[in-house]
């Protein structure tokens, strides 16, 4: 994704606990680099306000940082389950409310939160990722509500296997491993490069797109469980949250 948004003319900043990679990295793209353990909550404090000090306004805030669970509930240590709701889940929530403050006031701005298609899909070994990702989905579409009318945008990618490190533990649970060869044997699942879903990311913010979903096979059972979601937006309709919110202070 840095490449990818490097290549289409952003200056990345790129947060990570792999300090020593992504200075290399942003050295490469001319960009900064600003080691980051997303699950400490102290390490986020005021974190958004100091990379804007240092280069200037976020333009576009990429929720990437991700990590699963590859056991059964009854053997998953309770610090387990509480490090992957901080990483998937708290931590987008509260980069997202140190950004949009600012976007909200210069009239633009995007978001993007890497989902997964285990937000509408259980997956054996996977429950409290599928838990995880889940809320954020749900978070992202709310967000993108209250955002109407405000220049800022939402896009939210709704993943599969993408050829990565993390999909080669997560297969590591025979449960797991079991259930997506059965999906592979029925033609529903395929790999997806990273590169991919990158450019198809890019492709998002630059046209607006509400959504990414891989694999394509998938789609027709991502659009049936986004469906309450589009149904509830549509039903809202013509109400700009922010501006009741203001009424309400004034």
Known sequence: MAHAFADAGATVALAARSGDAITQLADELGGAA???????GAQLDGFIDRVE????????????AGIETADLVEDLAEDEIANVIAVNLIAPQRLTRQALPGMFARGKGHLVYTSSAAASTPSPGLAVYCA????????SETVRIEARKSGVGVTTLHLGPVETEMWDRVIENPAMDQAQKRF??????????????????????????????????????????ATPGRLTEALLVGMTPRKLRRSNQA
Request: hydrophobic share 40%; no cysteine.
């Open 34 to 40: 600003y080691p980051l353990d997303v699950s400490d």
């Open 53 to 64: 000090a240092d280069g200037g306004p976020i333009d576009i805030l990429v929720n990437n």
């Open 132 to 139: 995880s990702k889940a809320g954020l989905t749900r978070f």
């Open 184 to 225: 592979r044997r029925l033609g529903l699942l395929v790999d997806v490069s990273p590169e991919k879903v990158a450019i198809d990311t890019v492709e998002a913010v630059e046209k607006g797109k509400r959504e990414v979903r891989h694999p394509k096979r998938l789609s027709p059972t991502m659009a049936i469980a």
